[in-house]
């Protein structure tokens, strides 16, 4: 049986005071549930179940004064599948990931969600990733792609929603990385009468909770409702105008059948129309925080349909660690001293590749630190294997396009992951 694990830490501030139960509701599991998922072999309607012998949902809760830290090979227990228009299937990427126990409010400049990849992780250990899918229009090819001019950047629910399995909303990208786009809805109940769970946390630290909360934010006692973005469609004939005011050179695709209005992050605009702010969230009351805390909801439209930004918006509103940035790598080292609740594996039983990069962004020569002869596979963000061999302290990247990248290693039967830019 996987169970929900319940951590509590306190918050002490000039400006807050309350308790944090930071790691409530991890699925933890402790009778070693494998993985399964359908796919179409052939043309739908017919699937092929695969049963991976890969342990689901989270292994191992650990935690310390400061973090709490998060194993996972980041599968569902659920059956995943079976995707219609994407070949990718998942795979256990075993990594790890840490949450600060005492979240702040970053007061500086606010720090964009990542590109391309995870913003935070569900409760399952699988990865919560953001709006965008890491490609924009290319004036020249008239089309979204990772070579894009970088001005009008697609918006993940609307190009990648129909590739979604109906079990998660997720699915696995060219990396065998399975993830959530807009709503995780496997972990939320349906119900509209009482408050939603919390369904994962963002890497600032908070959660992200499910689309229902209290009408009045303070008051437990006010009622359930839908709890609505604050953005809205703009109100534009083209699109040579970015949000904010300035103009677009060069301009974006005309607003038509091919491009709708919606296709872009940069088509919607703050309003403060509904119930939550620029970063998706609020300070309010929830069960888990009788005493105020800040969290994101996932949004959705009177018809039920996921609603953008969908779960943060396009900046966090706390402070993120550096290590945290940049898609979620899960290279985190669990120190020494920490206290850890095992389930399946234990924190001493399981271990991932250790390796940095650098320069990140590089324009030739990308190097890797803590591996030296493993396998290598480089992946291009549609899924396309472009380079592969075995590493000798650096890879040569210099004919690669300009763009970001998914790195595969393995090394003794260790896996581990990470992205790069080509500039």
Known sequence: MKNKITLLAILCSSAVMAQFPLADEWMLNTDGTT?????????????????????????????????????????ASYLMGPWAMNPNEPAAILKTYRF????QEEMGAKEDQPFGGALGIAINGVSLYGIGDARSYNTTDNENNAMGDGLWNSDAWVSEGPTLDASGLGHADGNENYHYHATPISLYPGSTTTHSPIVGWSFDGFPIYGPY??????DAGSGIVRIETGYSLRSITDRTILPGGGTSTPPGPAINATFPLGTYQEDWEFTDAGHLDEYNGRWCVTPEF???????????????????????????????????????SGNITIPGGVTCLGGTNSVDEVSSLEFSLYPNPSNGILNVKGVDRANYTIVDQVGRVVSEGKINSSIDIEKLENGMYHLHLELEGKRAQSSFVKK
């Open 290 to 328: 009788p005493d105020t805390i800040y969290a994101y909801f996932v949004t959705k439209d009177a018809a039920g349909d996921p609603e953008y930004p969908y779960y943060v918006g396009p900046q966090y509103f706390g402070v993120v660690n550096a290590s945290e940035v940049g898609g979620g």
């Open 213 to 218: 909360g209290y009408d009045s934010p303070y």
């Open 100 to 103: 600060p126990r005492n979240p």
């Open 35 to 75: 993985a399964s998922y359908e796919y179409y072999p052939g043309m739908p309607p017919t699937t092929q179940t695969v049963n991976l012998t890969d342990s689901a949902d989270v292994l191992t809760v650990c935690y310390d004064n400061d973090y709490v830290y998060i194993r996972a090979n980041g599968l």
